[in-house]
């Protein structure tokens, strides 16, 4: 029999438009199809997204089996155990999609060259973006893009590529397996809501897709800003672990919805996560460092009780305690409360985008390496292309324009559920008589705010401005 070929399974747990898996099946010999739990190499996955990525595992594990094939798993150094298992395997060849972390690169750089002494090959793929971000240029400066419109223009005038495959229904195995250690344990979701709203795993995704196309995707232009009831699609968890491509939705989005409204603002917003990735490329060190280096000086709150109280949902603003136990008790957060939540944390509290960052990285199940940090900076006004510093969301105003009747926000603090009109948003603002009406004790049944919007935002001014 000949030698077999390696299929590294990494952030693209789909067997279905797959450039790897799919390059392997083409040469015809027998696959072996790997996951690396990589304790090296790329940072290490939050609570949630590890729940959500462990139960993909399984899925694509079966999938696999289906088709003949074993998954098998190691946890350890990344490089070290691909070199091993080369050797163990005698593998011809490596195929994988590329990652854009930094030390994801230089793992990849080295393992083909290590690969290429030994004759054999190392076969990089764009499997998760439609481009790998140094294919997009700006002509005129000969350098990469800062800014948002001009790249994705680009992008479209290049083409939008749509590599799609269906891999068959058997798949040649290698005589001998190498081993392998167990999958990690199913394990139950880490929040409450979550086993009700996601299922994860190429299946879910493409089940997420179809159930978006069906209920949300009319009218998606005007009503994605709205967080109550689902206005958008929810693929970003499935995004993340490469459980859908970008090309797949591309292609499903089919002439006809294309060209509407709805379907540009749509592919815009996954325009939006290949910039992310493009920025993480060409600024590596973007989830630790503000992009704009003036904001490295500047003088972030040490407030440990007010970011305890951001991160339970315990600021006194409805909106923004809403968001962080949406995020608490699903795993995920709408765009629009992020942001409201991300511009809360860093310029009413005057915290470090940074601490944000990372409580997001250990709740949300689409914590994402390039979205997250873009997101942040972006809100925190450091990014490229980022919000200016002066636009301080009024997380009031945010309420009560974005969640008029207040669905979502009472679906998450359920003691404000009979409050009505603008009060709902800033229950200070409520007469004694409408509080105990409603049965709310402020302070008692729920905080009374933590700073006053108009002095934190002269506050965030002041020193926004002195930067
Ligand atoms: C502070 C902050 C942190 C964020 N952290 C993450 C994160 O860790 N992971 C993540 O995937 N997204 C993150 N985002 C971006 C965005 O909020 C989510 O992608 C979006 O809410 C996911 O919901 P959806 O799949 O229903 O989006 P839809 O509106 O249906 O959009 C479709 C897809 O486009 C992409 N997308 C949409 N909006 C954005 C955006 N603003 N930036 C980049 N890509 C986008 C996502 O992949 C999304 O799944 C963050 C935004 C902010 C402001």
């Not at 797959?18 to 027998?30: G, K, L, R, V, W």
């Not at 190392?122 to 419109?149: A, C, E, R, T």
């Not at 749509?162 to 880490?190: G, H, I, M, R």
């Not at 729920?446 to 020193?463: C, F, Q, S």
Request: charge should be negative; glycine fraction near 6%; include cysteine.
């Amino acid at each position: 029999m000949s030698q077999p070929v390696i299929v590294w399974f990494r952030q693209d747990l789909r067997l279905n438009d797959n450039p790897a898996f799919a390059a392997a099946i083409q040469s015809n010999a027998p696959i072996i199809p790997v996951f690396v739990d990589d304790t090296a190499y790329g940072r290490a996955a939050g609570t949630t997204s590890l729940w959500w990525r462990n139960t993909s595992l399984r899925a694509l594990a079966g999938d696999l089996k289906t088709r003949g094939l074993t998954l098998i798993y190691r946890k350890g150094d990344g490089l070290a155990l691909m070199r091993a298992l080369v050797e163990e395997t005698n593998a011809a060849t490596v195929f994988w999609n590329r990652q854009y972390e930094k030390d994801t690169i230089a793992r990849d750089t080295q393992l083909k060259s290590w690969l290429k002494e030994n004759n054999r090959n190392g076969v990089g793929h764009v499997g998760n973006l439609f481009f790998d971000p140094w294919q997009i240029i700006n002509k005129n400066s000969g350098s990469h893009y800062k800014v948002f419109s001009p790249f994705w223009k680009a992008c479209l005038q290049a083409g939008l590529p749509c590599d799609l495959s269906v891999p068959p229904a058997q798949l040649t195995a290698p005589e001998q397996w190498p081993k392998s250690q167990p999958l990690p344990e199913a394990s139950a979701a880490p929040a409450t809501g979550m086993d009700a709203l996601w299922q994860p795993g190429e299946r879910g995704a493409l089940k997420m897709l179809d159930m978006f196309f069906e209920n949300s995707f009319d009218g998606y232009a005007d009503n994605r800003d709205t967080p109550g009831g689902v206005t958008t699609s929810r693929l970003s968890p499935h995004l993340r672990w490469g459980e859908i491509s970008p090309q797949r939705i591309y292609a499903s989005l089919g002439e006809e919805r294309i060209d509407t409204n709805d379907g540009r603002k749509f592919l815009s917003e996954i325009g939006w996560r290949e910039f992310s990735y493009y920025l993480l490329y060409h600024y590596p060190d973007m989830p630790e460092r503000c992009l704009q280096q003036k904001f490295e000086t500047f003088p972030w709150r040490d407030a440990p009780e007010d970011l305890e109280a951001w991160k339970q949902g315990r600021t006194g603003y409805p909106i923004v305690d809403a968001a962080m136990r949406e995020l608490a008790t699903t795993g995920f957060m709408h765009n629009r409360t992020r942001m409201i939540a991300a511009s809360f944390l860093t310029k009413h509290l005057l915290i470090d985008w940074r601490e944000g960052e990372r409580w997001f990285w250990e709740c949300l199940a689409d914590a994402d390496p390039a979205n997250n940090a873009a997101g942040w900076q972006w809100t925190a006004g450091c990014g490229a292309d980022a919000a200016p510093y002066f636009r301080i969301f009024n997380p009031i105003i945010q309420g009560r324009k974005f969640d008029p009747d207040g669905t979502y926000t009472k679906t998450y603090a359920p003691e404000l559920a009979n409050l009505t009109g603008k009060v709902i948003f800033a229950p200070w603002e409520a007469s004694s008589d409408t509080l105990s009406d409603a049965g709310i004790s402020l302070d008692v049944d729920y905080p009374a705010p933590i700073v006053k919007h108009e002095t934190a935002r002269a506050r965030a001014l002041d020193v926004f401005h002195a930067l």
